[in-house]
């Protein structure tokens, strides 16, 4: 079974400061999917990042960017010039290939940023 | 509205009440799922709906019970639940099609069993 691990339950960062997210997983399939979602204490989860397995070039959304290490099975989310709407909880996730829309979901990181 | 409403937003139950939760997309998707988030664990998926059919169950007790009327529409019947069954119950849609089938969420229903 596909395991989604995210070893850092809080991280803090300085407004306009660059913070790094960790995630690691686990699968034996060679056809997946990796996001990062943000959940704000409105609840709602956002879509921030995604990234194709196939892909070898690292996914960029303005100012948030992956470091998508296949061999090592590592994704983890690089914030840059961190702003105050960046606090959120934000979840790794994992889809395989050929499934339906089943995520599977790390524990979540709960980013605090410092004005 | 846009995106995938849920109602009711919050809501507090006894262990003999029978509720519903109701999730609406307007997106035009053709899939909807029930995820459940409680504390301190990750996000557990309950069901999958594709083109109202279900297409999984994740092991989901029977006091649970989803009900998909049309691509709109999603409900979760609640019925004799333990105080355990608290939590965050998200909502979600998406297109499937050939690719990453982003998932787009609704806002939770936070559910408390007394």
């Known amino acids: 079974a596909q395991t989604v691990t995210q070893s850092q339950p809080e991280m803090s960062v300085q407004e306009a400061e660059t913070v790094t997210l960790s995630c690691t997983y686990d699968t034996s399939e060679s056809d997946y999917y990796l996001f990062w979602y943000k959940q704000p204490p409105s609840r709602q989860m956002i879509l921030v990042i995604r990234?194709?397995?196939?892909?070898?070039q690292n996914a960029t959304e303005n100012r948030f960017s992956v470091n998508f290490q296949k061999a090592a099975k590592s994704f983890s989310l690089k914030i840059s010039d961190s702003q105050l709407g960046d606090a959120a909880m934000y979840f790794c996730a994992y889809r395989g290939g050929t499934s339906y829309g089943k995520l599977t979901f790390g524990q979540g990181t709960i980013l605090t940023v410092h004005p | 509205e846009t995106g995938v409403t849920q109602t009711p937003r919050h809501l507090v139950m006894g262990m003999t009440n029978k509720k519903s939760l109701k999730c609406e997309q307007h997106?035009?998707?053709?899939?909807m799922y029930w995820y459940k988030q409680s504390a301190k664990k990750p996000l557990e998926l309950m069901f999958v709906?594709?083109?109202?059919?279900?297409?999984e169950n994740n092991s989901v007790p029977s006091r649970f019970s989803p009900e998909c009327p049309n691509s709109s529409h999603l409900f979760l019947h609640l019925h004799t639940l333990q105080p355990e069954d608290s939590a965050l119950y998200l909502c979600?849609?998406?297109?499937?099609?050939?690719?990453?089938?982003?998932?787009?969420f609704g806002a939770g229903s936070r559910l408390t069993v007394l």
């Open positions: 997106l035009g998707h053709n899939a």
């Open positions: 709906y594709s083109l109202e059919e279900r297409v």
């Open positions: 979600a849609s998406s297109q499937l099609v050939t690719g990453a089938n982003v998932l787009t």
């Open positions: 990234q194709e397995a196939y892909k070898q």
